[in-house]
């Protein structure tokens, strides 16, 4: 499994823009990268799944970049309640979620 | 709504005590696994069924131990707690192992006295 590196901790202001980025430079060529949210006293919650290039929807857009080293997840115009735990994770098609140590995003108002 | 659903949402057992936690879904998916969260850690995979496959996960302690008797409901097992396993445990499912799309109920926060 690919090991993932992200950074422990960030802090936004309400309305900007949070790009949180994770280096997973072992990554195979048919390992997929997802992203999870985790509130306080809840499970995990799917945010977005990509392979290359760049993937959106409502919630976030994932940019992979053409070597698929690292990824970048972007949150538009963050708000208070998406104060959270993000974890990246890299997986391939028979291997459970195994999480790193995740990001812990604190959006101030 | 389709979901997973853990029961309950908080236990207290005492030390040595075996206590089972529960985990049911509606979501008909063939995978369902258990995580254990200590504070400000990340999930740490525990086991998964794929159907009535069991896998366990090399560190995992003899201590715990898992049942699945149909598609819907999977039970956490500890035999014999420690204070050491004091946790959120989570469980999740999925249509494949893979990790397309997991659903995540909201855990049990196990205390040990």
């Given amino acids: 499994l690919a090991k993932t590196t992200q950074p422990i901790s960030m802090d936004s202001y309400e309305g900007q823009e949070v790009n949180i980025t994770c280096s997973h430079n072992n990554i195979a060529t048919n390992d997929y990268i997802t992203w999870y949210q985790q509130f306080p006293s809840q499970g ?15 919630v976030a857009s994932l940019f992979i970049p053409a070597d698929r080293k690292s990824s970048t997840l972007s949150l538009p115009r963050v708000s208070l309640s998406d104060t959270a735990v ?10 459970p979620l195994v999480f790193g140590k995740g990001t812990r995003l604190s959006v101030i108002a | 709504d389709a979901m997973v659903i853990q029961n309950p949402r908080y236990q207290v057992t005492q030390f040595g005590k075996p206590v089972t936690l529960s985990c049911s879904q509606t979501l008909n998916h063939n ?4 995580y254990q969260q200590k504070s400000s850690q990340a999930p740490k995979l525990l086991f998964h069924y794929y159907d009535k496959d069991f896998n366990n996960e090399a560190d995992t302690p003899d201590n715990f131990q898992s ?7 999977c039970f956490l097992d ?14 999740a499912t999925s249509r494949a192992t893979g990790g397309y799309g997991y659903t995540f109920g909201s855990g049990t926060r196990l205390t040990v006295v």
């Fill in chain 2, 67 to 73: 049942r699945r008797p149909n598609t819907s409901f």
């Fill in chain 1, 44 to 58: 995990p919650r799917f945010i977005i799944q990509g392979y290359k290039t760049k993937v959106t929807n409502e």
């Fill in chain 2, 78 to 91: 500890i035999r014999s707690p420690g204070l050491g396993d004091a946790a959120m445990y989570l469980c």
């Fill in chain 2, 31 to 34: 995978v369902m696994y258990w």
């Fill in chain 1, 86 to 95: 993000y974890y990246c994770l890299v997986f391939s098609g028979n291997t």
